[in-house]
């Protein structure tokens, strides 16, 4: 066995849920049945005037939920109590200074058994490629020097933060709104791209989505719009495909750390992280213990430490790691040294047979950052990459008992891609399926040093590559 599969079955990050289920919120009207659809599951806003239509839907194949603000769920339960409700989806649930979310709700979900709740994450936005990324430095708002790479608007970061900020919680669900800007107005907007799109990001970051489905799309379809349906016609396969996606319980494939207590705060740096496909995962500074560093080899730190942690973090760097600071100004043990080197935007220390890497700046300039953040973990301590493509996001799982390894990408561009994948370990197989390839085609593949290498030729939307060990690949199909 690999290396990197010891190190994906010794992880104890928290398993995922890998529903990825995407649920469409519609106006309280008809809408033709599931199975012509290929919807699962609808949401409808509180208040509900008319139970009925909660009723119809589920007579016609549909999981219904009902989406509430917090103050309106003891009203809202009581209600779906006596309707065809499948559950309950939460918003505006932050938490308080003594509780964390889950906690001020867990009283409804046990008086309440027969429903399904989710939490909401507020902050989605529409995923899509764009040109240059706007952040907040200082209160001042400020745009990223020009170049050629794209920016793309993505939820992992949203997700990733959500998970480590209430670990304890309830399944989380997040949404967003279609951009409207520079619709046609004799077009379907959003088209069957913008749909697949969202549709495989959600598949791809194992979360829920809650997706709009606009009013008039929806009267069109019940209408039978010829238009109308050869737009959903092209969605269909994404939601058969998105639906197929391993249902167990799974563990992200990870080797960078992130140690935030700021969502907020730190939101724009880990975005641009989750951007440029640094494998991480994110948690706050009481989850940051031996056994989680043990899974890790390198570390990067948005938030103040308490001195117990920083020798854990000194121990970690000494033993052959990385440690890496963003916007800090602390006094450390290792300042009684002088430094290794001093870079123009980072001063680096030798500890032991590792380093620790000081940024005395917050994130602005996205290319600048990726780069040093690349360059400073090495190729070696990268757990996946891509060459050349600038417009794909890639994410990794593996059951926790067994150390095959699914990769996820999504192409948010209009045209195909040509994505070259480099992935920490040795396999037996490399299998590919789409939504326009079933599952599946044996992909040529190399090794060198330590990582196996292919090549997902034309990737239009969205793929999951299986790469199997050799202790599962010969009862593989």
């Not at 969202?198 to 997706?211: K, M």
């Not at 990268?382 to 390894?405: C, F, I, K």
Request: proline share 8%; aromatic share 8%.
């Amino acid at each position: 066995m690999s290396f990197l599969c010891m190190l994906f079955l010794g992880s104890i990050a928290a398993c995922t849920p890998v529903t990825a289920r995407v649920f469409l919120r519609v106006e309280p009207s008809p809408l033709p049945p599931a199975d012509k659809t290929g919807i699962q599951d609808v949401v409808l806003l509180w208040p509900l005037q008319d139970l009925s239509v909660a009723a119809k839907l589920h007579s016609q194949g549909y999981r219904v939920f009902l989406q509430c603000e917090s103050k309106d769920l003891a009203a809202a339960v009581v209600t779906v109590d006596r309707a065809a409700v499948t559950g309950m989806i939460v918003t505006n649930t932050a938490p308080s200074s003594q509780s964390p979310a889950a906690e001020q709700l867990r009283p409804y979900f046990a008086a309440h058994k027969s429903l399904t709740f989710r939490m909401s994450v507020p902050g989605g936005k529409q995923p899509q490629m764009k040109g240059r990324l706007v952040v907040e430095r200082d209160g001042v708002l400020q745009v990223s020097s020009p170049s050629s790479q794209p920016w793309l608007d993505t939820n992992l970061a949203l997700v990733r933060l959500a998970q480590s900020m209430d670990p304890g919680s309830l399944p989380i669900i997040y949404d967003f709104h279609w951009d409207t800007s520079g619709a046609l107005p004799d077009a379907w907007h959003p088209d069957a791209q913008a749909y697949a799109v969202s549709i495989a990001e959600a598949d791809a970051i194992r979360s829920d989505v809650t997706i709009d489905l606009p009013g008039s799309l929806q009267r069109a379809l019940v209408a039978d719009d010829p238009r109308a349906w050869t737009l959903w016609k092209a969605i269909i396969p994404y939601l058969d495909f998105s639906s197929h996606a391993p249902t167990e319980r799974m563990l992200p494939v990870v080797n960078l750390g992130v140690i935030v207590d700021d969502a907020q705060a730190s939101y724009e740096a880990i975005n641009l992280m989750a951007r440029h496909n640094l494998a991480f995962e994110s948690v706050r500074p009481p989850g940051l213990t031996l056994a989680r560093l043990s899974s890790w080899n390198s570390v990067v730190v948005f938030c103040p430490l308490n001195k117990e942690a920083v020798a854990l973090l000194r121990n970690f760097a000494a033993s052959g790691r990385i440690v890496i600071f963003v916007n800090t100004h602390d006094e450390f043990p290792w300042h009684s040294a002088p430094p290794l080197r001093q870079e123009s935007r980072a001063t680096v220390y030798s500890i032991g047979a590792g380093q620790v890497v000081e940024i005395a700046e917050p994130v602005v300039d996205p290319e600048n950052f990726a780069r040093d953040l690349r360059r400073l973990i090495g190729r070696e301590r990268s757990a996946l990459a891509l060459w050349n493509s600038l417009t794909t996001l890639v994410t990794g799982y593996h059951e926790q008992s067994r150390p095959d390894v699914t990769l996820y990408l999504v192409n948010y561009a209009d045209q195909p891609d040509n994505v070259q994948v480099q992935v920490k370990g040795r396999f037996t197989r490399v299998r590919l399926e789409s939504p326009e390839e079933p599952c599946c085609v044996s992909l040529p593949f190399v090794e060198r040093g330590g990582f196996t290498e292919f090549i997902i030729p034309a990737l239009r939307i969205t793929a999951r590559v299986h790469l199997d060990s050799a202790r599962e690949s010969s009862a593989a199909p």
